[in-house]
């Protein structure tokens, strides 16, 4: 156990939905990475939050959008889902805003998009 | 932007034999490497990394090396045991210049008892 959860652990929608996913990081880690991982764009950096800051921005698409909040937990929006955004969603955390720092994983989310 | 090709996709290897995979990046200016282990069904986990000023680095049975004149860097697995059967994603990134973080498509390793 990594120590950074995520909810929910499955979530099942259909396009053209909005979900939201969740994430705590570990205990006194200040940075938070999304990825996205599918099988064909195998795994993907979508962005990092850094203490409430935005700080470094992968491929995210417009539709999806993120934040990082005061208890440093954050959440990834993504709206009108496409069938191609059905993928598993793994957040991260590590303590500081250097991207060298170990970025421990959470379990991830599987989203399926019908 | 980063381009990282890794091969091979897949490798079955005898137990106790090593195993390799390499990667390379079309960046000059990513200086960070990270190598994940994925079992299936769940998260990514560190298993070793590597700075640009430095051109190899071991922990126990495993070591990565990087050439970055050819902009290469490559796993090593040595005594390989069955629980090192996973994906290993390879990964590239420019620290300090916003932490973008660009992966590798994964080598599917099976150690064959």
């Known amino acids: 156990d990594s120590g950074v959860t995520q909810t929910p652990k499955h979530l099942i929608t259909a396009t053209g939905q909005r979900v939201?996913?969740?994430?705590?990081?570990?205990?006194?880690?200040?940075?938070v990475y999304w990825y996205q991982q599918s099988l064909d764009q195998g795994l993907q950096f979508l962005i990092q939050y850094y203490n409430g800051e935005e700080r470094a921005k992968g491929n995210i698409l417009e539709r999806f959008s993120a934040q990082q909040f005061p208890d440093l937990h954050s959440e990834l929006n993504l709206s009108s889902l496409e069938l191609g955004d059905s993928a598993l969603y793994f957040c991260a955390s590590s303590l500081r805003e250097s991207g060298t720092d170990t970025q421990y994983f959470g379990p991830g989310t599987r989203l399926t998009v019908l | 932007g980063e381009n990282v090709e890794q091969h091979p996709s897949t490798l079955s290897v005898q137990e106790g034999d090593s195993a390799v995979i390499k990667c390379t990046y079309s960046d000059s200016a990513s200086n960070y490497f990270p190598w994940y282990k994925q079992e299936l069904g769940k998260r990514p986990q560190l298993i070793i990394d590597i700075r640009s000023n430095v051109g190899e680095k071991k922990d126990q049975r495993i070591a990565v090396t990087l050439n970055k004149t050819a902009k290469h860097?490559?796993?090593h697995i040595t005594e390989t045991q069955p629980e090192d059967s996973a994906v290993y994603f390879c990964a590239a990134s420019s620290y300090g210049t916003g932490n973008q973080f660009y992966f590798g498509t994964g080598t599917s390793l099976t150690v064959i008892p």
């Open chain 2, 73 to 75: 860097f490559s796993l």
């Open chain 1, 20 to 31: 939201t996913l969740r994430c705590s990081p570990r205990s006194g880690d200040l940075s």
